[in-house]
């Protein structure tokens, strides 16, 4: 079939005179002798055949200026190739070439030529005569150095050198002036020169996945204009960052305080008092090459607390979890939580209080494959000291390495980051610090924002990047935890099952013996903004704030007729984060039906439509149920899911299985992705595990998606509507974060990027 295509596609060539020509992809195992007849030919691809040899007749078309020989599985390339002496254009990705022939610098007017992903490592000195090269790929080609040869390519305008093992650059690359795309992303570098600036017209500059430390690869990533800042900022010299934070987290009672004392060399207290919120203490220690710095954070474990800690945790730190053995503890719970949260940083778990339980141990081969960012486990004992003097060697040394610790910051970085600290002011606003940080000499706006999110990953201040709180836009970490934990932990609101006034905060907040901070009347509204914010409270029509997470764990009795009921299932395939349902019910509060709502549950009923839900979640089974009733059931099942996809979209690596449940047995389901892949597939039924019964995938899909266009229009115009009224919060503008081009949103093929740039035009309009 590809052969007779082939031809036709030849004949047809040769009858119009067409100089282009493509052959790509039609599994071809020889050249018909026909195309060597088409002497016109300019352009010609044959990539991706099963050609096994090259007939001479291919050399002898003369007038080849652009010849495409990619994903052939070539392992060399026949000398008379290079016969081709007109070719400007020679394409030869994704094959196996383990060498170029020096005969490659015969083709003087190549002027493009891509070589990526193949396994060529060292590059022939003929390759640096081809000076009319503005286009070069070697993306792939396994590259250790580069050649100072580089820089007669002086015509270079586009350089890949991505997913090599680059370890430097040679001085002679940053004469290449006409260079405006370099790829570098993916190599061993760990530093750029200051020569960089020489490239001018430079526009492109890819360096993700580098292990860059001068400049910090945060700053780096975000292109070639904050590389300047930085080095406008470095004239005056760097210096290696000397702190690092360390967080402390695991069940209540696990002894993570007195794991502090014992780090800190201070005396063990037996009758330590239960961590409600976060500690936050300095140590000071020598490492391996300099003296460091650690901001220890004690995070309380109480089970109420958890869905603030997310809000404080931060990535390039390094996690101890301990675990102390004397009850079920949950291992894996608390490592999905740092997956979520501390953005791939290492972990030391803790085996704790080894003198009253010296059997408790883990699988550990299994959890460390699991979790491949588990560093090791120790065992201790802050009671008898056993076990703490490995366990503080152990972490000195991963303290040397988290990567962070190693960030060469120009001196005015230090400068902005003292005078921070030595605020006599909890808050500040941004702009504020915007001039701090230029009366300090961090006068780029690029290497501000880099440097005040170091700042917050270091625990030296709180900044939250998600939203505008006010004016207070850089927090002392201390003030900010204190007040949170007092208001969440206060008896008087758990009493009153998570309602409180914002005049409570005048006794919950007052100052007592052993507090950091004296909280001013004028900020009390501020942590109830900044509690909202995060989707930790809101506010009833009566002027009473509601703190879902302290709710009456028991169902109410309330009367829901779910005869022919949509129902839809979430099933968490390793962690359900404890805040999820909390947040859900923050988000969705302005339609909760007659204050149906508890720790675990909500019912809810949309003002705007007919239809009435239940929405359930099952902790133990890592399930939440959603169950809707009405004529619009469709629509709002839709609105329900977003919300909950907005959530999701929080948590890093958050496993998530989308469940339809079988309409005359509820307890069975099937995979909502799974569904779809059938009908794709034109598969017509489906037998779903735990039954022998055969259901139609069509029936199934018809169950919750949208009977027709009108109702995906009106689930849009509902979300662009609640995003205006602060329902959803930036959903609309969120979105794409959550899918790669179009989504199938329940049989709506939803294109957001358009809808998302409508939406945006009108508000500008």
């Known amino acids: 079939m590809g052969y007779d295509k082939a031809l036709r596609r030849i004949k047809e060539a040769g009858e119009t005179g067409a100089t282009e020509l493509s052959l790509a992809g039609q599994g071809l195992t020889e050249l018909p002798s026909q195309l060597f007849e088409l002497t016109n030919l300019t352009h010609l691809d044959l990539s991706n055949i099963q050609l096994t040899e090259f007939p001479a007749e291919l050399f002898q078309m003369t007038n080849l200026a652009v010849l495409g020989l990619n994903n052939l599985q070539l392992s060399s390339l026949p000398p008379e190739l290079f016969q081709l002496t007109k070719l400007t254009v020679l394409s030869l990705w994704g094959n196996k070439l383990i060498r170029l022939p020096p005969e490659i610098g015969q083709l003087t007017d190549l002027t493009e030529l891509g070589l990526a992903g193949n396994p060529l490592g060292g590059l022939p000195s003929e390759l640096y005569q081809l000076t009319s090269l503005t286009f070069l790929d070697l993306r792939l080609t396994q590259q250790t150095s580069l050649s100072p040869k580089i820089d007669q390519l002086t015509n270079l305008s586009w350089l890949g050198l991505d997913v090599n093992l680059l370890t430097s650059l040679p001085p002679e690359l940053f004469q290449l002036t006409s260079l405006t795309q370099l790829g570098l992303g993916n190599n061993q570098l760990t530093s750029l020169s200051p020569e960089i600036l020489q490239l001018t017209n430079l526009k492109g500059l890819n360096l993700q996945d580098t292990p860059l430390t001068s400049p910090p690869y945060e700053l780096a990533v975000q292109g070639i204009e904050a590389i300047r800042e930085y080095f406008a900022s470095a004239e005056e010299g760097t210096r290696t960052v000397s702190e690092v934070k360390v967080i402390l987290v695991g069940e209540g009672a696990s002894g993570k305080t007195s794991l502090t004392r014992c780090l800190r060399e201070e005396r063990f207290n037996a009758h330590e008092e239960t961590t409600h919120g976060i500690r936050i203490k300095p140590w000071q220690l020598d490492t391996a090459d300099h003296s460091l710095r650690c901001n220890l954070w004690d995070f309380g474990g109480q089970e109420i607390m958890h869905a603030t800690h997310q809000f404080f945790l931060s990535r390039r730190s390094l996690y101890v979890l301990v675990l102390d053995g004397r009850r079920d503890e949950r291992p894996e719970y608390w490592l999905r939580y740092i997956e979520s949260f501390g953005g791939g940083s290492p972990v030391l778990v803790v085996l704790n209080k080894y003198d009253t339980n010296p059997g408790f141990d883990l699988n550990r081969p299994f959890l460390k494959k699991k979790y491949p960012f588990i560093v090791d486990f120790f065992r201790t004992s802050c009671a008898t000291g056993n076990g703490i003097r490995d366990f503080r060697q152990a972490l000195k ?369």
Not at 402 to 424: D, G, H, I, Q, Y
Not at 617 to 628: G, K, L, M, P, Q
Not at 739 to 747: A, H, K, Q, S
């Open 397 to 765: 040394e991963q303290l040397g390495k988290v990567p962070l610790t190693r960030n060469e910051w120009p001196e005015s970085w230090f400068r902005a980051k003292e005078r921070l600290e030595k605020l006599n002011d909890p808050c500040i606003s941004y702009e504020d610090c915007e001039a701090l940080c230029r009366d300090a000499g961090v006068k780029g706006e690029i290497s501000q924002q880099v440097l005040v999110d170091f700042l917050h990953d270091l625990g030296i201040v709180i900044h939250f990047t998600e939203f505008d709180l006010a004016d207070n836009h850089v927090l002392d970490p201390k003030w900010v935890t204190e007040a949170v934990y007092k208001i969440i932990n206060a008896p008087s609101i758990a009493e009153r099952k998570g309602l409180f006034r914002k005049d409570d905060l005048r006794e919950i907040l007052r100052y007592e013996e052993g507090d950091t901070y004296r909280y001013q009347w004028r900020d009390h509204g501020y942590f109830i903004e900044l509690m909202r914010k995060f989707e930790l409270c809101y506010e009833l029509e009566d002027g009473e704030v509601l703190i879902p997470d302290l709710l009456e764990v028991s169902e109410p009795e309330f009367a829901f007729d779910d005869r022919d009921a949509l129902r839809f299932l979430l099933e968490y395939k390793d962690f359900l984060p404890p805040s999820i349902m909390p947040r859900f019910i923050v988000k969705r509060h302005k339609e909760i039906k007659d204050r149906l709502r508890w720790r675990t549950g909500v019912v809810l009923e949309h003002p705007l439509l007919e239809a009435t839900a239940v929405v359930r979640a099952d902790n133990e089974a890592r399930r939440i149920h959603i169950t809707v009733t009405g004529r619009e059931r469709k629509v709002y099942l839709a609105l329900i899911w977003l919300s909950l996809r907005e959530i999701h979209a929080g948590f890093e690596g958050l496993k998530v299985d989308e469940r339809i449940p079988m309409p005359d047995n509820p307890d069975i389901t099937e995979d909502y992705q799974t569904l779809l892949n059938y009908a794709e597939q034109g598969l017509e039924k489906i037998i779903p595990k735990g039954t022998k019964k055969a259901y139609s995938v069509q029936e199934l899909l018809d169950g919750v998606h949208f009977d027709n266009p009108s109702e995906g229009e009106k689930m849009l115009a509902l979300a662009d509507g609640e995003r205006k009224d602060g329902g959803l919060p930036g959903l609309i503008k969120k979105l794409n974060r959550y899918v790669e081009g179009d989504l199938e949103l329940f049989g709506l093929k939803i294109n957001y990027k358009n809808i998302t740039e409508d939406i945006l035009n009108r508000e500008r309009k």
